[in-house]
């Protein structure tokens, strides 16, 4: 897994245009903490072909002088808890302010590598005024201007260098099933009373970075690591940062599995976090598994699964062919049936299909069924393929790809669903020209 880096610092220093110069047209998650903090950036960058995610963790304050400082220490504290490495900015323009001081006395502390940053250094005045900030105590500093990138590749070598190994690879490609939810949702009961019952546990692997737990599992004859984004727990005070934090574990937890189980209350519903939660794996073609979790606490009548099925479905549009499991950790209900459902769609995920049968069920189906002509002329295709992705990506031949529209591209998706069953994975269809 990647490493953190958080950028920390007073409001004005440059953080954000720093961030930004690294994220450049990445995406980055957005996180509005509503009056109290600014927006908190998270994104992710390489550099020297090292992966990295980024936090600018923001701070901005309205309101007294002393909420303002408690907000920089607390993201400070945050920054130290969370990250692997730290990039403290100070403005060269203002000086070193008593508040500068403030948080060179928390890094200093600390036990990760800090990089001091000294920004808007624009002119050789400038990159002399920047030695006052030795005196910080921090060590070497790197004079940088983050509007025009001068000084930031020395640093960005510094910090790339200091960050700890990406293990990832080392690891044996077992299957990774990530396990993904809002807090509550009963995300680590479900992890124990899977392993708590299991005999066929192997190890405990500690998480390559604090932000998840993997396990080895062993059982029906299939091996997988579980990610477990619940395990570790914050002791951070502030709701908001948990559940900042929670969705960044998320994130990270669904961009470097298989399957995501994706975990939720039964009593919430199909909520907003949760659909963000199903529309990042979905978009990063991921298996999905959905677990209606504490349905023991759900008033029941003869049709109340189908209905809550029919729901949950409704929400999930366009991408409603991924399997829904009802279970109740507590009453250990249905808790093997989600691993069994996970493993399938992982087949479902890895599946291969020749050349030879994908044609021969799927040119009946064009033939019967074909694209609707186009400004008068028609489509012909001629062959099918599935390409070598490490998820299922089909290429379909014709003359005239351009005039596939979007519905007859859905059509195809479906039959290939019905025939060769991709349940709870995305499935792409390109259209080629041959
Ligand atoms: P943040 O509050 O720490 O995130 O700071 P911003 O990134 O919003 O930057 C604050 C101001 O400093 C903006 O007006 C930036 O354009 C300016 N700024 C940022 N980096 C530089 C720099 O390298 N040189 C100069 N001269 N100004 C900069
Ligand atoms: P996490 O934050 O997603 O890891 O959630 P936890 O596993 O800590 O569970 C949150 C709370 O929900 C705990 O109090 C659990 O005991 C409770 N819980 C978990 N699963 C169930 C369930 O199936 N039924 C009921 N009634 N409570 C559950």
């Known amino acids: 897994m990647s490493s953190i880096v958080a950028i920390v610092g007073r ?78 900015m100070v403005d060269v323009e203002t000086g070193i302010t008593p508040m500068d001081e403030d948080v060179a006395n928390l890094l ?8 001091l940053a000294v920004n808007k250094v624009d002119n050789s005045k400038r990159l002399e005024n920047a030695v006052e900030f030795y005196s910080l105590g921090l060590g070497e500093y790197y004079p940088i201007a983050s509007t025009n990138g001068s000084g930031t590749g020395e640093l960005l070598d510094a910090l790339v260098e200091a960050l700890p190994e990406d293990t990832r690879e080392e690891e044996a490609e077992l299957p990774r099933f990530a396990v993904v939810g809002r807090p509550n949702a009963g995300k680590s009961s ?38 477990d984004t619940a395990g570790i727990r914050r002791k951070s005070k502030v709701k908001e940062d948990l559940e900042f934090y929670s969705v960044m574990r998320s994130v990270r937890a669904i961009e470097h599995c298989d399957v995501c189980l994706i975990v939720m209350d039964a009593t919430r519903g199909f909520d907003g976090q949760v659909q963000n939660i199903f529309w990042l794996a979905q978009r990063n073609r991921k298996g999905i598994v959905i677990l209606v ?40 209900q249905r808790i093997f049936k989600a691993i069994e459902t996970a493993v399938e769609v992982y087949q479902n995920r890895s599946k291969k299909i020749k050349t030879s049968e994908l044609n021969e069920v799927m040119l009946p189906i064009i033939e019967a069924y074909p694209p609707p002509a186009y400004k008068g002329k028609y489509v012909k295709i001629k062959f099918c393929t599935q390409l ?27 039959k290939l669903r019905k025939e060769f069953n991709f349940t709870g994975v995305p499935v792409s269809v390109y259209f080629r020209k041959k």
Not at 108 to 115: A, I, T
Not at 302 to 315: A, F, L, S, V, W
């Open 388 to 414: 070598p992705t490490p998820q299922p990506q089909f290429a379909f031949f014709c003359n005239l790809p351009q005039y596939v529209k979007d519905p007859y591209k859905r059509f195809i998706e479906n």
């Open 293 to 332: 979790n504490k349905w023991d606490l759900v008033d029941k009548e003869t049709n109340t699964m189908k209905e809550y099925e029919q729901q949950i479905r409704q929400e999930m549009e366009p991408f409603t062919d991924v399997p829904i499991v009802f279970m109740s950790v507590l009453t250990k």
């Open 190 to 227: 479900f992890i124990n009373a899977l392993i708590g019952e299991d005999r066929y546990i192997v190890t405990d692997i500690a998480g390559t970075t604090r932000d998840s737990i993997d396990t080895r599992y062993n059982r029906f004859g299939f091996e997988f690591n579980l990610v």
């Open 11 to 88: 409001p004005n220093v440059g953080k954000s245009t720093f961030f930004n110069r690294l994220i450049q047209r990445r995406e980055a998650i957005v996180d509005s903490v509503s009056g109290v903090t600014r927006d908190r950036h998270y994104g992710k960058t390489d550099w020297n072909g090292r992966n990295f995610s980024v936090i600018d963790t923001g701070g901005y304050v309205v309101g007294s002088e002393d909420v303002f400082e408690a907000e920089i220490d607390k993201q400070v504290e945050l920054a130290i808890e969370e990250a692997d490495a730290i990039v403290f």
């Open 108 to 115: 200093r502390r600390v036990n990760k590598p800090v990089f």
